[in-house]
């Protein structure tokens, strides 16, 4: 699509090198698995309301960075703010985004963070006892 070659086109003006970019469209429940596992950084740029950001939670989990739109559930499902964006339609701010967060010193160590944290939030007893407080 139009926006995807103009994001990639914004990567290619910057320069970012050393990076493998890839435009996912449409992917198995059981290919992302694998795509995580090949990949370090996961873009999530949902032009309308979601739900829950079920995609960025997974990535996280399985140590990618994730840029994801500052909207909806993608905003509650990503813990770190340096990794929400604003202008998700601006392809050149997402390229911007993507270069900022490549480049980080303590990528890892966010990412890990945000792991941590949605580990704690995903455990089942700890949500259990959370719900049977709200029912009593």
Partial sequence: SKYFIDCLNH???????????????ENTQQEMPTIYKNYDLVCCLSQ????YGMVAVEA???????????LGGLEEAIPDEKFLITEYWNTEKIALEIKRIAEMQDLDVRVS???S???E???WHMN??????LIQ
Avoid: M, P, W
Wanted: net charge positive; charged share 10%.
């Fill in 48 to 51: 309308q309301q979601e739900a």
């Fill in 60 to 70: 996280i989990l399985s140590g990618c960075a994730v840029i994801g739109s500052k």
């Fill in 11 to 25: 990567i290619i003006a910057l320069r970012i090198s050393g990076y493998q970019i890839h435009f996912l469209n």
């Fill in 128 to 133: 259990f006892s959370q719900y049977q407080t």
């Fill in 113 to 115: 963070d945000c792991s």
């Fill in 117 to 119: 944290i949605l580990q």
């Fill in 121 to 123: 939030r995903h455990l």
